[in-house]
């Protein structure tokens, strides 16, 4: 169904395993805690099928959830992110581009498409996670700060992984 | 009929993502203790106040058999007073000193949800931060210990039932002083496991399992329960000994929660024990 089934099954394993044995231990002053395994939903092809992606996300998000004992957190996150990622498709990049079959990543839409693309989609999600997580609006600022801060962080992370990678 | 049908099938990733959605709310409200908490107060006029209606109109029903629970503690209590009188007449030295705070306060709260049929239940009462509880106090009824106090809010607390197997209490068994640590079976809502009682401690059936004291949570010999039976695990130094529990969790109405208000003294002290 994918072109490279193979890898985009190594690659979830390997970014959930990232995520929860080395990021998720990493907790600055609190308040950073960079999530980059939503790095997934992010590559996969244009032209997944909707259900398929909604699936996707789910298990993704239900993975991180099982391994960090936050059920439904991250699951919710991931889901909304996958719902939401054919719109932001859209508005960052051509319909050539995408009816094209192209899998979004940094050699294909550019840096600043991806780098837009990226930050929208971190946004977005991260908003979800932290205030699921705090679940009300009672601290406000903080959460509005751990938002800010972390998303930055993650954003920062995932650009340097494109970078290594495609640079090779 | 059909056009449902081609409704749904036309607007599947919508549908799709509604469900997933709804999905992981379900989840984070029913899974995380804080979220349920906190979800639990913020729409406390209409989840609570119906919970509460509830429970005020079947509160009518268990008139009788409350009344009866509340005279017979009376009894046991005005029996213990006359001994302390008594005691008092006989060696006017004893006389409590009446500088002193209590070291323990109780409260009264009433039942609003509980569980008996989980892994992990956990017990909200309808007292919160507005009337001096916090995390880490006691429960217990007319009948013995209930739980303990972990999450606070405004007007609700809730807490591990002991029937979770979180909840690890210190006891001791009264015939002999031995204390171990008492820990839900996870099996039967009035049964429990006493661990850590060594092997040449006599132990019968029917002996009386109380709190220890040592817990700073709970006062010394409130009741938990009675040995039904006990065994011997092989390979362990330890016996394997089945409690039942006094207090009935089915029917769970009135709670007490107790207040040590030396803990925060006693903690600190012991956490020099600690540093050193």
């Not at chain 1, 490279?4 to 395993?17: A, T």
């Not at chain 2, 006029?45 to 079947?58: H, M, Q």
């Not at chain 2, 006389?95 to 017990?123: G, H, L």
């Amino acid at each position: 169904m994918i072109k490279g089934f193979g890898k985009y099954v190594i690659m979830f394993i390997v970014l959930v395993l990232v995520q929860v044995l080395i990021l998720n231990n990493i907790q600055l002053s609190g308040l950073i805690n960079p999530y980059i395994y939503i790095l997934f939903i992010l590559l996969l092809p244009f032209t997944i099928p909707g259900y398929f992606l909604l699936g996707i996300s789910f298990l993704l998000g239900i993975s991180i959830d099982i391994f960090s004992n936050t059920p439904g957190i991250h699951s919710g996150a991931t889901v909304l992110l996958g719902f939401l990622r054919p719109g932001i498709a859209q508005l960052i990049s051509s319909r050539e581009i995408i009816e094209k079959g192209n899998t979004p990543n940094l050699t294909q839409l550019g840096f600043a498409s991806f780098l837009k693309y990226v930050v929208i989609s971190v946004l977005i999600h991260h908003l979800f996670l932290f205030f699921a997580e705090t679940f009300s609006f009672g601290d406000f600022l903080e959460t509005l700060l751990r938002w800010i801060l972390s998303s930055i962080f993650s954003i920062v992370i995932i650009l340097a992984s494109q970078f290594i990678i495609f640079k090779n | 009929m059909r056009s449902l049908f081609r409704f749904l099938l036309r607007n599947y990733f919508l549908m799709m993502f509604l469900i997933l959605e709804a999905i992981s709310l379900v989840l984070i409200v029913s899974l995380n203790d804080y979220q349920r908490v906190t979800f639990f107060n913020s729409s406390n006029n209409f989840a609570g106040t119906i919970y509460e209606r509830f429970s005020n109109l079947d509160d009518y029903f268990s008139l009788g058999r409350t009344n009866a629970r509340l005279a017979a503690e009376n009894a046991s209590l005005r029996k213990q007073l006359q001994m302390r009188i008594m005691n008092q007449e006989n060696y006017p030295i004893n006389r409590p000193d009446t500088v002193e705070a209590p070291a323990y306060i109780f409260t009264s709260a009433k039942v609003i949800s509980n569980s008996v049929n989980k892994q992990f239940n956990y017990i909200t009462i309808n007292k919160g931060s507005r009337h001096g509880i916090k995390p880490d106090m006691g429960i217990i009824n007319a009948d013995g210990v209930v739980g303990v106090i972990t999450n606070v809010s405004q007007n609700y607390s809730t807490g591990l039932s002991l029937l979770n197997k979180r909840l690890l209490i210190p006891a001791k068994i009264t015939t002999n002083n031995y204390f171990g640590s008492l820990v839900w079976d996870g099996e039967h809502f009035n049964t429990a496991d006493l661990k850590e009682i060594p092997f040449h401690v006599i132990v019968n059936v029917g002996d009386t399992v109380v709190t220890s004291g040592y817990s700073n949570i709970f006062p010394d010999g409130m009741m938990i329960g009675i040995i039904k039976k006990f065994g011997v695990v092989s390979g362990t130094n330890f016996y394997d000994i089945k409690v039942e529990l006094s207090t009935n969790f089915k029917t769970l109405k009135y709670v007490e929660v107790v207040q040590n208000t030396k803990r925060a003294e006693l903690i600190k002290l012991e956490s020099n024990n600690i540093t050193e």
